[in-house]
């Protein structure tokens, strides 16, 4: 029995989760997954990929928005919803989309606090960022992810990892919304439609992994691993994969404890990563 052990959301893109127990499915995601973002002068997104010490920037959900927290720069407070204030087209990977510019003083504090010049961007709902269609069905859309709405990652796979490397590594290294226990390792890969709590998710793409995962998530310091290991493995089409992306059918709730069912799979000739 596959059992979703784990629900986090990343409401800033890029900086720090948050672990949930209970998480609503909105139409582009778990609510507020990704609906802010750090753009830079050109209005182009922002990531630890260049910048790692966004790791260091800690999230939090209170009754009146999202807290920031910087352990020796203090924290700001963010409206869940901006006024209305200028809306830009800002640029994220090949996508153009738009959004609300949220603050000037939260503009100054976290380009205080990074040590470059940045502003906060606020997706909107009536933005509609549709993900790759060569791989997910028409009208899917996403907040400011990095292509889809979910990644969905077994606590097996993890364990697999990490006894081939020489020192463990959590899971937040790989930023998953959805964790699961139970069956084998990499038993996500297969995935082509589950349902989780009534809701109907579909495996559209195994995900490609970059730099980001290399930077310990507490600290902000980069090294070699995982993906030194995870080349020697999970590597296929130049691309080195841990997780899937997933896209859904309709909103709703899912919590953990719930009961992942698997309704099909794809062909593993075509899907799967070759296991040594």
């Not at 738009?98 to 003083?105: A, K, L, R």
């Not at 998953?176 to 995935?191: A, K, R």
């Not at 709730?253 to 075509?270: C, M, Y």
Request: with cysteine; aromatic share 8%; net charge neutral.
């Amino acid at each position: 029995m596959l059992t979703v052990s784990a629900i986090n959301i990343y409401p800033i893109k890029s900086l720090g989760g948050i672990s949930l127990t209970t998480a609503e499915v909105t139409d582009r995601g778990l609510k507020y997954d990704r609906r802010w973002m750090l753009v830079d002068e050109h209005n182009r997104f922002l990531t630890q990929r260049e910048h790692p010490q966004m790791a260091l920037l800690k999230v939090d959900i209170k009754s009146e928005g999202l807290l920031v927290i910087h352990h020796l720069k203090g924290h700001v407070t963010i409206p869940f919803r901006p006024a209305d204030h200028a809306r830009q087209e800002v640029v994220i990977w090949d996508d153009t989309c738009t959004g609300v510019f949220v603050s000037e003083d939260l503009d100054n504090w976290f380009s205080d606090v990074l040590g470059f010049k940045c502003r906060l961007i606020y997706m909107p709902d009536d933005t509609r960022r549709e993900v790759d269609q060569r791989y997910a069905a028409k009208g899917s859309i996403t907040s400011f992810s990095d292509a889809y709405p979910f990644l969905i990652i077994g606590q097996a796979s993890l364990d697999d990892l990490n006894r081939r490397l020489a020192e463990p590594l959590p899971m937040d290294r790989f930023r998953p919304n959805i964790v699961f226990t139970g069956g084998q390792p990499f038993e996500e890969d297969l995935m082509d439609h589950i349902n989780i709590s009534g809701i109907s998710f579909y495996g559209v793409k195994l995900c490609a992994r970059c730099v980001m995962t290399t930077i310990n998530q507490q600290t902000g310091v980069k090294a070699k691993e995982p993906l030194k290991t995870l080349a020697s493995y999970r590597h296929k089409n130049n691309k080195i994969l841990f997780g899937q992306n997933l896209t859904h059918d309709i909103t709703g709730q899912i919590k953990v404890g719930d009961t992942i069912d698997v309704l099909s799979i794809h062909n593993e000739e075509r899907f799967m990563v070759p296991q040594k």
